[in-house]
């Protein structure tokens, strides 16, 4: 049985970034909307055959939100919970876990790098 290569890399001192060419928007609420064009032959297909929308509009909540613009690539992600914590105070708790699991989907996702 291979064991998996463990990864050295401190995922908290990463760096994420927005993915070049990602299309955002915020409301006056001052909620996040990313803006995902569905390209692709499959999801041509599907367009065609069953109605499916050619962007694809995803909300984030108010931490989401609140976090998204911050990604510059050069701030690191227990730099961007300290901000988080100052603003949301007890709200945000369990803090580092949520970052983690936020960014866990951003990533899998493929709407931000980390640097």
Not at 8 to 24: F, I, Q, T
Not at 102 to 110: E, K, M, R, T, V
Request: charged share 30%.
């Amino acid at each position: 049985m291979k064991k998996k290569k463990e990864s050295s890399k401190n995922y908290l001192a990463l760096c994420p970034c927005w993915k070049e060419g990602l299309d955002w928007s915020v409301d006056e609420e001052g909620i996040v909307t990313l803006n995902i064009e569905n390209k692709g032959f499959f999801n041509r297909l599907a367009q065609k055959l069953f109605r499916k929308p050619k962007v694809s509009y995803i909300h984030l909540d108010a931490f989401g939100s609140f976090i998204w613009p911050l990604l510059d690539g050069k701030t690191t992600i227990i730099e961007l919970g300290k901000k988080v914590e100052a603003h949301f105070g007890d709200e945000a708790s369990p803090l580092y876990e949520r970052l983690a699991k936020f960014f866990q989907i951003l990533d899998s996702y493929h709407f931000i790098e980390m640097k």
